[in-house]
């Protein structure tokens, strides 16, 4: 049963990363708010399930809706919300600007919701959402967390399965475009802000349906679930599986949730200190994002290119540039007629090998991927 | 009149404190390039570097500060050559997310060594004194003019030394300082020292006057910072002063009317307030980062 | 003598107290090459920047076809049928070359979160036959292997023959080269000017801004001169050697050769 609140909590924190990953990788908008919409929409889910608040306890809403209809209503004020951080933030502000007020739009809600009481209940949070449903499905404990590690799995494959087709789309190449450069997208033709608003809100729709999972999965919230610390995991996940990469995502957040946690529950704390070990953990998750960003910044899975593996056009060769053969090796590889019917089988065998010239620039591979903009 | 005088007053203290942190964050982006999220760690490891140096040298205040500045300075050197100088080359906004994860780091190592409890001093405050119409403690007015010193002496330091003139030279343009026989690596690794310790000093300061502090101290002190620093104009020292100063009051006033709790919200709605229309400071004609489309 | 398909008329705009365009007034007729030629300072790259929408002129009009462009975002303009570039090359350095192309289709429609997720299978379709299309134009400009390499690995020249292969694939109306020729080798050069001139044989409308007179004189059918802001002097290159304007302009700068 360990085991099945391991892989639960993991599959809840992928949803998370595939949201992210749609506004930080494709989008490249690093955005600290991210963890408060999981936030937002845990909390959302609560007071539109758990009925209302008995005093001392106090928050707002109070209704007593069947779990899912929450979540969904919960997804829908996450997005709402995204969409006014989103129009103030996404308009003019880029990279550190952006970055910075993000995490100042985050500080102020973890503020809000600490203080102000009759929102959430302040400091203590949230409780009592215990397996919604159980007595209806006639399950026993175990039983129904069996089944919502079933549940998330089966959204996680129907999450990972959207968004690889989206990867691969014309709307995920449109927004890796404007990441990598703005001036280029817009002066052929896309409208930068709204593609990134979009973004923006699909990723956050992603957040608010991990947080209604969280919620059942964790039956309690509270902002100490939300400090700086917990922020910055789904962040180095996404380092390490590989921004751009709806599979490395995942993976990286697998690995580093089972194998960081595993790794670190054999580590000794000192008796009267119980914080020490989950401390140690973090530090090792801040050594982690900064060697990947270091020698690896594309993470272990990079962003698959746009791959052509098509036939090359036989036969009728169209109007060509005139190309002196002795001098086309000064500019470009590829010039001489010879070299372009060539290999028609190698492209198809091998789409990513590539002859002599594209290998001129190999010191650039490394930081290819990460500079520019992508950060 | 007199609580908006008294929160005025103590508003000073707190932009003073605003003033020193900001200054050092100015000093490394401007040497550096990068926006340093894990400044805040400078401030906390002073805290705590002086309340370890309590053990030592008890009630002595000077000790303290000058154990605080040392540990900053020395934090600051081991950033910069550790990481700032890594990935130098790198977009900004990587480096920005490597400080994070050093501030994540750093919290972590303090929670591991001294817990994660809130911890605080044992200097006296001193008695309460009326300036003019303030109402302020002793501290309060110690925390004033060494803040007003230090200015001082970040300003005759790079103003008139040369070494103030090649810190100019290198956040201008780094490879044309060199090219002209500016020592830059040393110079930089001098900037990074100087904004290391006035942050320590300044965090120490900020642990005494708030009382009881935690691991999360500076963290929490560098939006604020960074709201100051936007405010002042990034990368020029002396406007900063006065974005610290506006910060200061506006986050002091306001929250002596609604909750103190929510200075920091009224920090972020003047960041955002900043960031839209005035990001190169409230000194300078502005310009937009992204394109219109 | 064909129809003017941009005009602009009147052009203003000042920074910070400075004129960098001033009342600059010239038409471009559709089909041909012009180039816009003029010292340094004298606001070409302002008025590019201008037509493109990438700043507002503070007075004047820009009339693509009849359209208004001024107060349209550069990416509403760009829709309208304008391609430009840039002065460095700004390919999407971490898509392939043949993403670079493809994005060059505008299938905008398609780019739409429901069209992407829902009509994926019509969506390929459409796909393959663009990318039949932008094979083509990958050999015509020697570029066909390197179809699946990151843009960013190119060389520098390979960069620029991919803006101008990025060019063919939108099929722009109106194109505006922002200096094609900035440290751009003979040889590749050459191939730039034939790939200026079949854009006019296909009859698209081309405008140069270039420093290297000898290419402009080679490509262009007309000229328009700017200094200071202003335009000086407009009409066949040939015509220029013996304006006054021109040449005082340019301060003695040997028009002949280069």
Same mark, same amino acid.
């Given at each position: ?8 909590? =993991? ?8 949201? *992210? ?5 494709? =989008? ?44 969904? *209503? ?14 103030? =933030? ?63 799995? *089966?959204?996680?494959? *129907? ?44 990723? =956050? ?171 | ?7 005025? !007053? ?61 540990? !900053?300075?020395?934090? /600051? ?11 130098? !080359? ?7 997310? /490597? ?195 | ?62 009339? @693509? ?47 739409? @979160? ?28 020697? @570029?066909?292997e390197l179809k699946n390499e990151l843009a960013v690995r190119l060389s520098g020249g390979q960069k620029r023959l991919l803006e101008f292969a990025r060019i063919a694939a939108a099929e722009p109306r109106l194109i505006i080269l922002d200096e094609p020729m900035g440290g751009v080798n003979p040889v590749l050069g050459a191939r730039i000017g034939d790939a200026v001139r079949h854009f006019a044989e296909e009859g698209r409308t081309v405008i140069v801004v270039e420093h290297n007179l000898p290419f402009i004189e080679r490509t262009c059918d007309q000229v328009v001169v700017m200094d200071l802001g202003e335009v000086i002097a407009q009409g066949p290159f040939s015509g220029l050697r013996g304006n006054p304007r021109v040449i005082?302009?340019? @301060? ?7």
């Amino acid at each position: 049963m360990y085991w099945v609140s391991v892989i639960t909590e =993991a599959g809840i924190f992928a949803i998370l990363a595939l949201g *992210l990953d749609v506004i930080w990788g494709w =989008a490249g908008d690093f955005d600290l708010m991210f963890y408060g919409y999981l936030a937002l929409g845990s909390y959302m889910t609560f007071v539109l399930t758990i009925g209302k608040p008995t005093p001392p306890v106090e928050y707002i809403i109070g209704w007593h809706l069947p779990v899912l209809v929450s979540m969904l *209503l919960a997804i829908a004020v996450v997005v709402g919300f995204a969409a006014i951080v989103g129009a103030i =933030a996404l308009r003019n502000l880029r990279e550190i600007y952006f970055a910075v007020t993000t995490l100042g739009a985050v500080s102020a809600l973890y503020l809000i919701v600490e203080n102000y009481t009759s929102l959430f209940d302040g400091y203590n949070g949230v409780y009592g959402l215990i397996n919604p449903g159980q007595t209806a499905l006639n399950l026993t404990y175990n039983g129904y967390r069996i089944l919502l590690l079933v549940v998330v799995l *089966l959204l996680l494959f *129907l999450a990972y399965l959207l968004v690889q087709r989206l990867s691969r789309s014309p709307f995920g190449r449109m927004l890796r475009s404007v990441r990598e450069d703005e001036r280029a997208a817009a002066a052929y033709g896309r409208k930068v802000f709204f593609s990134k608003y979009r973004a923006y809100l699909f990723g =956050a729709a992603f957040a608010g349906l991990a947080g209604g999972l969280f919620a059942i999965f964790i039956s309690a919230f509270n902002p100490s679930a939300w400090a700086p610390q917990e922020l910055l995991v789904i962040y180095a996940a996404i380092l390490v599986g590989g921004r751009g990469n709806p599979r490395g995502v995942i993976l990286g957040v697998f690995v580093i949730y089972i194998g960081l946690i595993e790794l670190t529950r054999f580590l000794p704390s000192p008796a009267a200190r119980p914080d020490f070990a989950p401390a140690l953990r973090q530090v090792l998750i801040g050594l982690m994002i900064i060697l990947m960003l270091r020698f690896r910044p594309q993470g272990f899975f990079r962003e698959r290119p746009g791959v052509d593996p098509g036939p090359r056009p036989a036969g009728r060769r169209p109007w060509r540039l005139r190309v002196p053969a002795a001098a086309a090796s000064s500019d470009t590889a590829a010039a001489s007629p010879g070299a372009a019917v060539a290999s028609p089988a190698t492209t198809l065998a091998s789409p990513e090998a590539a002859p002599a010239a594209p290998a001129r620039n190999p010191g650039r591979d490394g930081q290819a991927a990460d500079d520019g903009g992508t950060g | 009149m007199t609580t908006f005088l008294v929160s005025v !007053g103590v508003g000073l203290s707190t932009a003073a404190i605003l003033a020193l942190s900001a200054v050092a964050f100015t000093l490394e982006y401007a040497i550096s390039r990068i926006a340093n999220f894990a400044h805040g760690e400078f401030l906390t490891i002073g805290a705590y570097a002086a309340y370890s140096g309590q053990a030592i040298f008890h009630q002595n205040v000077a000790a303290a500060a000058l154990i605080a500045a040392v540990a !900053g300075m020395l934090a /600051a050197l081991a950033l910069n050559a550790g990481v700032i100088e890594q990935f130098r !080359g790198r977009s900004a906004i990587t480096v920005l997310i /490597a400080t994070l994860g050093v501030a994540l780091i750093v919290q972590n190592v303090l929670i591991m060594v001294y817990g994660a409890a809130n911890v605080s001093y044992s200097f006296a405050q001193g008695g309460l004194h009326h300036i003019g119409p303030f109402l302020l403690t002793t501290s309060n007015i110690e925390v004033i003019f060494s803040a007003l010193a230090v200015a001082g002496l970040i300003y005759v330091l790079l103003q008139y030394t040369r070494f103030g003139k090649a810190v100019r030279a290198v956040s201008q343009d780094r490879a044309l300082a060199q090219v002209s026989g500016v020592p830059a690596r040393r110079v930089v690794m001098g900037t990074w020292a100087l904004a290391g310790a006035i942050s320590g000093f300044a965090g120490f300061v900020l642990a005494d006057t708030i009382g009881t502090f935690g691991p999360q101290l500076g963290f929490s002190f560098l939006l604020l910072t960074i709201t100051a620093a936007v405010a002042g104009g990034i990368g020029r020292p002396y406007a900063t002063l006065g974005g610290a100063l506006i910060v200061g009051l506006v986050i002091q006033i306001a929250g002596t009317y609604t909750s103190s709790a929510y200075q920091l919200v009224y920090a972020f709605l003047l960041l955002v307030v900043l960031m839209l229309f005035r990001p190169n400071g409230v000194f300078v004609r502005r310009s937009s980062t992204a394109v219109r489309a | 003598m064909s129809a003017a398909l941009l005009e602009i008329e009147n052009l203003t705009k000042s920074f910070g107290g400075v004129h960098a365009v001033r009342e600059c007034t010239f038409s471009v007729p559709e089909g041909e090459v012009v180039g816009l030629i003029g010292p340094n300072g004298a606001g070409k790259s302002t008025v590019v920047d201008l037509v493109s929408g990438f700043g507002r002129p503070d007075f004047g009009s820009i009339r @693509l076809a009849g359209d208004q462009l001024i107060g349209k975002r550069p990416d509403v303009i760009s829709r309208l049928g304008l391609i430009r570039t840039f002065q460095t090359p700004r390919e999407w350095r971490n898509l392939t070359v043949m993403d670079n192309l493809m994005l060059a289709r505008r299938r905008f429609d398609s780019e739409s @979160l429901w069209r992407s997720t829902a009509h994926a299978r019509r969506i390929r379709r459409e796909e393959e036959s663009d990318r039949v299309a932008v094979r083509g134009i990958l050999d015509r400009f020697g @570029l066909a292997e390197l179809k699946n390499e990151l843009a960013v690995r190119l060389s520098g020249g390979q960069k620029r023959l991919l803006e101008f292969a990025r060019i063919a694939a939108a099929e722009p109306r109106l194109i505006i080269l922002d200096e094609p020729m900035g440290g751009v080798n003979p040889v590749l050069g050459a191939r730039i000017g034939d790939a200026v001139r079949h854009f006019a044989e296909e009859g698209r409308t081309v405008i140069v801004v270039e420093h290297n007179l000898p290419f402009i004189e080679r490509t262009c059918d007309q000229v328009v001169v700017m200094d200071l802001g202003e335009v000086i002097a407009q009409g066949p290159f040939s015509g220029l050697r013996g304006n006054p304007r021109v040449i005082e302009a340019y @301060l003695g700068m040997d028009l002949g050769h280069g």
